[in-house]
């Protein structure tokens, strides 16, 4: 899965395109997709979803996808759980201090999010779970 998601990362490009008409597509088919009822579609798309994201981007299916932002790697996938931004423990390789024979999931974000149509680096993501604020 390790390779494969690397590949993904350096297809950055590619994936946000196919995504682009994907979603292009979906908007098409909402009339007949709002016929069957989305209630119903949830779970096998949901299914699909899982194996196809879980293949390329070695997705955990956290619920706050970012991987458009993030140059298709997914920030999950940090030893740390740091999904919103790095650590400052990555090796002068690039790799990860965690786990040193791994790329920090960070710089490979940086590097896939230049590769993306935009060609901007990311912003800081909010933390996954976000304590609630009491009024």
């Known amino acids: 899965m390790y390779r494969v998601r690397r590949w993904s990362v350096r297809h950055a490009r590619l994936f946000e395109r ?7 597509t979906l908007v098409r088919l909402d009339p007949l997709l709002s016929g069957i009822g989305y209630a ?13 994201k ?3 981007f070695d997705c955990h299916m956290c619920g706050q996808c970012v991987l458009g932002s993030t140059g298709m790697s997914c920030p999950m996938n940090c030893p740390k759980a740091m999904r919103n931004g790095p650590c400052g423990g990555v090796r002068p390789d690039g790799n990860c201090e965690v786990l040193p024979d791994m790329r920090c999931v960070w710089v490979e974000a940086w590097e896939g999010s230049r590769r993306m149509h935009a060609g901007t680096p990311f912003n800081a993501r909010d933390p996954l779970y976000k304590a609630v604020e009491s009024g």
Request: no cysteine; net charge negative; glycine share 8%.
């Open 18 to 24: 196919l995504y682009e008409i994907f979603e292009g």
């Open 40 to 52: 119903r579609l949830e779970k096998p798309a949901a299914m699909v979803e899982r194996v196809v």
């Open 54 to 56: 879980g293949f390329f």
